[in-house]
């Protein structure tokens, strides 16, 4: 349980962090510079008033300068980047492959976050995740004698790949290729935890963009010609995978 706190404060802190990485790497800025602002009037915000979630309740979302309200998504990020990093330590099949699996976290609500903002899913994002989480699998591996996983890992990501740009050839309108370097990405991270698992996400993701859709479209809210972001399922099959795929696996596969 101490692993569990410590690493949901850990989550509040990247959480906080990814709200400048959704607002800027799509726009190509800088994260390191300036300091976070007002997204309203542009002030720069104090130490006091950048505390993950605590700012945002003392400050009645609202900001000091200006006073106009601060998007939810801000505490909303915070607060889902802590509960999964939580999760994941609590659920992965070792500690040693827990900040890998911390940093495709953070990079899947980042994804999520730009993906129902801008219909984007930008490639600096999924190549950073891939680029610090995949190798931090390897410690995992060497930690715990068990190098299977490595073998899978590539073998995964390159089946993700295949399959999503094989739908992208046949219905280049129902995804971006955007979506295929995702399904890569999580194919391989996916690859490590077993095929079976990685099997459990794609099919989660695909089951949950439908119901979805078809829901939408019996409450007349879209037709079947509206453009709906895939990235935000395709990451919530992959984290479902990680959380429970192993039991998903089972009760489906046996």
């Known amino acids: 349980m101490i692993a569990v706190v410590v690493a949901g404060v850990f989550g509040l802190v990247v959480g906080s962090f990814l709200t400048v990485v959704t607002a800027r790497v799509p726009e190509g800025r800088s994260v390191v510079s300036p300091g976070s602002r007002c997204p309203s009037c542009g002030t720069a915000i104090?130490?006091?008033d950048n505390v993950p979630v605590v700012s945002y309740v003392l400050r009645?979302?609202?900001c000091r300068s200006c006073s106009e309200p601060i998007p939810l998504r801000y505490p909303a990020t915070e607060l889902t980047t802590a509960v999964l990093f939580g999760a994941v330590v609590a659920r992965v099949p070792t500690h040693w492959a827990a900040p890998s699996y911390c940093v495709l976290a953070a990079g899947l609500v980042a994804l999520t976050v730009?993906?129902?903002?801008?219909?984007?899913?930008?490639?600096?994002?999924?190549?950073?995740?891939g680029?610090?989480?995949?190798p931090l699998l390897l410690?995992?591996?060497a930690a715990t004698h068990d190098w299977s996983g490595l073998v899978r890992v590539p073998v995964a990501g390159a089946v993700g790949f295949a399959l999503l740009g094989l739908v992208f050839l046949v219905s280049p309108r129902g995804i971006g290729f955007g979506d295929v370097r995702l399904a890569a990405l999580c194919g391989s991270f996916l690859g490590w935890l077993g095929y079976r698992v990685a099997a459990v996400g794609l099919v989660v993701g695909f089951v949950a963009a439908g119901l979805v859709a078809v829901v939408l479209i019996a409450a007349g809210r879209v037709t079947r010609k509206t453009r709906i972001a895939f990235g935000p399922f395709l990451a919530?099959?992959?984290l479902a995978a990680v959380l429970f795929g192993r039991d998903l696996a089972h009760a489906w596969l046996g």
């Open 131 to 134: 680029a610090v989480g995949l």
């Open 60 to 62: 009645r979302g609202r």
């Open 139 to 141: 410690l995992a591996a």
């Open 46 to 48: 104090r130490a006091v």
């Open 114 to 129: 730009v993906d129902l903002e801008r219909f984007r899913l930008p490639t600096p994002i999924v190549v950073t995740t």
């Open 236 to 238: 919530f099959g992959t």
